[in-house]
């Protein structure tokens, strides 16, 4: 059994935090009964260590307390989970500082570096982001096969290739600002037309298995998961998701 002040001082929080739990209903105190006097047990420590598992995760309380309302067993694949993006994060860190290493030394002289080694950690980078944002519905969505191979593909892509790639992506977000600036969208409009080839030329390249299918199905996850919403929304600084959604759906009519 443990003091609030006992248990504060074991997990390195406040008491204040602790009072705070309790008080949500994140992380219940005992009590004595002929007094207020609030007091945990091993089970109290044990969900305590999962909660600020799931804050170090960047969850938020309600979130967390969520997490913490489902059964042990499903906790447990919750966490499973975060441990498998923490070593994908870990292994991306290890590339990146070894890959600036390189550069350093390069810089100065020392060991020469290949076109495809100065942007191993980037295309790196992209890979880690994706699975880190949408790793678990593309696999329920697509399998585990079809992921590594469009991870292989892009871990590959020469330095033309990722170049091509970044300037794609450009000239897709700028189109698609122009056309969220318009009072009308015209889906049979020029510039329509390039958003729908731009982003079909940066899936072909990012993704071997691209069809049309694969392409209506990306539109569906757009609108349907505001993480997929934001990452267009945010570099365009403009709700372009729907504009991209109903672009994508005019240019693949079967």
Known sequence: MYTINELAKLANVSSRTLRYYDQIGLLKAKRKPDSDYR???????????????????????TKIKTAMNLSQSKRLVLLEEQYQLLLQQQAQLTKTIQTLSQTLVYYQGGTKMNDSEKFAAFKADKIA???????????EKYGEKAVRAANDKWSHLTPSQYEQLQETEIALFA????????????????????????HKAWLQVAAPFYNQKYHRGLADMYVADERFAA????????????????????YTKE
């Open 231 to 250: 990452y267009y929304n945010d570099r365009v600084e403009a709700d372009v998701v729907d504009i991209l959604h109903d672009i994508i759906y005019h």
């Open 129 to 139: 982001e994706n699975e880190a944002q949408f790793g678990k519905e593309i696999r």
């Open 39 to 61: 007091f945990y047990d091993n089970d109290a420590v044990d969900a305590l260590q999962q909660i600020l598992f799931f804050k170090s995760f960047g969850f938020s309380l």
């Open 175 to 198: 189109n698609l600002k122009i056309l969220a600036q318009s009072d009308q969208i015209d889906l049979d409009s020029t510039i329509a037309h390039q958003v729908f080839d731009a």
